[in-house]
């Protein structure tokens, strides 16, 4: 009896070890899944702001037929935006009679795709406002609330020169929107005036300050860009891309409508 029951515990105390193995298994993934989750010391004030920005549209297009059959067609990935609503606006007309027809069209050189290798926030990416109370005199805690004091221009970038820049912008938007869930704008303004009624308490004998930052994104990775050729024999319709190239870009940016908020208790003047 005495051994069935050291039996039971024994695979008891098993399971119970593989379930706490399972657990923290299930919490490691899931705190990778917040890799960008938005921390505390950061507020959304989009409904504060006296600046309203405009809603950031990602220039993602849905390729029409033709496009699909086309980009389909080609051997290199593309993804470009404005590649896509020029395939989209374009129309081919062709018959099975058409034997022996042939042509080659040049599309022009593009940057055709881009792959992200590297996403990364800086949530103090850049320092755009500080409040400040002086409670060195005071017997009792003073709060300190947000205050934007003037307006700031938050813009981002790419880190390099680079052939046209607008479209990998584009590109490198959308992966980083898809890949942080965050609301991402190359440029995004927060206006005078705009506050929050988070409270922060300036103890006696203390200088207050209260450091409000634009968070951003760094995005990192590689365009590909070609020659694009429309060639048509026939009936038949295709894309055919020439003289392949890499490049390896980074871009920060900014998280529109965020501030993150750092506050600091002194004795003395900072």
Avoid: C
């Amino acid at each position: 009896m005495k051994n069935k029951l050291s039996f039971v515990i024994a695979v008891l105390f098993l399971l119970s070890s593989i379930s706490t193995i399972t657990y923290a298994d299930g919490k490691q993934d899931n705190k990778q899944e917040n890799k960008y989750e938005i921390p505390n010391s950061v507020l959304n004030i989009a409904k504060e702001n006296t600046y309203p920005n405009p809603t950031q549209d990602l220039p993602y297009l849905q390729p029409s037929d033709l496009a699909k059959e086309l980009i389909d067609s080609s051997e290199v990935k593309i993804e470009n935006p404005d590649l896509i609503r020029i395939l989209n606006e374009s129309s081919i007309s062709t018959t099975p009679l058409a034997i022996g027809y042939r042509a080659t069209i040049y599309l022009g050189q593009w940057p055709l795709s881009y792959e992200s290798t590297e996403t990364g926030t800086n949530w103090e990416y850049k320092k755009i406002n500080t409040n400040f109370v002086d409670n060195r005199g005071g017997k009792a805690p003073v709060q300190i609330k947000y205050n934007q004091e003037a307006q700031k221009h938050i813009k981002g970038g790419l880190t390099a020169k680079i052939q046209g820049p607008e479209d990998v912008k584009k590109m490198m938007l959308i992966k980083a929107a898809e890949k942080t869930g965050l609301p991402l704008s190359f440029e995004t303004i927060i206006g005078a005036g705009t506050k929050k009624d988070q409270v922060y308490n300036v103890p006696s004998k203390r200088l207050g300050y209260l450091y409000g930052y634009a968070p951003a994104v760094s995005e990192k990775g590689k365009v590909t860009y070609g020659e694009v050729y429309l060639v048509l024999k026939g009936s038949k319709k295709s894309l055919v891309v020439k003289n392949v190239t890499h490049q390896g870009i980074g871009a920060w940016i900014p998280v529109q409508d965020h501030v993150s908020f750092g506050f600091i208790a002194s004795e003395t003047p900072r």
